[in-house]
């Protein structure tokens, strides 16, 4: 794994549909040598897949984005 970035700051801050607020600090690295097929773990994920940086992804989760942009793997908005 490569270390690529601290991300935190009113950036990271995110509200909660259900009105419950956050301001996460987080850690990104990179792999490249992923196997398997991706599993959720927890009561919270609904969905879990790949998926290609080169175009957007549509439904997005604002923070997932702000992550991606902030860490240098998109570009578009």
Known sequence: MQ????LSGKD????????DE???ALVVY?????M????????EGLELKYFSLE???EGINIMA???LRKSGYISWV
């Open 12 to 19: 990271m801050y995110y509200q909660y549909p259900h009105g």
């Open 65 to 67: 984005e702000t992550i």
């Open 22 to 24: 956050v301001y996460n």
């Open 3 to 6: 270390y690529i970035t601290l």
């Open 30 to 34: 990179e792999t490249k040598d992923t």
């Open 55 to 57: 175009q957007r992804i």
């Open 36 to 43: 398997g097929i991706p599993e959720i773990q927890d009561d």
